[in-house]
């Protein structure tokens, strides 16, 4: 397994382990659950390593009306226990875009350092 794949399946187990549906691919988003995305970027910092970030997602059922809301509220502790260890403090209210629509979710950037 390439260690970008390793990275986000490793924040996926964590999600898991605080009792949430998780999915690493966007066509099997089925919310109430968390997605964990791919890596959006990836900076060199060392000859050996990198830091790699990836998207991570608590999102709720459309059209985000007071029991989606409730629900985000309700699961942003777990959300934020799994993926802190791993981002920076910016967790963002908004949407998740779906091609079946928009969807409300918190959203944050994981950063990991993989490599030597």
């Not at 691919?25 to 109430?32: C, K, L, Q, S």
């Not at 409730?70 to 910016?90: H, I, R």
């Amino acid at each position: 397994m390439n260690p970008y794949t390793a990275a986000r399946d490793g924040l996926a187990s964590a999600l898991e382990a605080q009792g949430f549906t998780v999915t690493t691919d966007p066509g099997t988003v089925n919310p109430p659950c968390a997605v964990v995305g791919p890596v959006v970027r990836l900076t060199r910092e060392t000859q050996c390593g990198y830091r790699v970030e990836i998207g991570c997602y608590l999102v709720a059922a459309a059209p985000g009306g007071a029991l989606s809301m409730s629900w985000l509220e309700d699961n942003l502790g777990a959300f934020l226990a799994a993926v802190l260890p791993a981002t920076g403090t910016d967790v963002t209210l908004g949407t998740y875009t779906h091609p079946t629509g928009e969807m409300p979710a918190y959203s944050t950037t994981a950063e990991l350092a993989i490599g030597g």
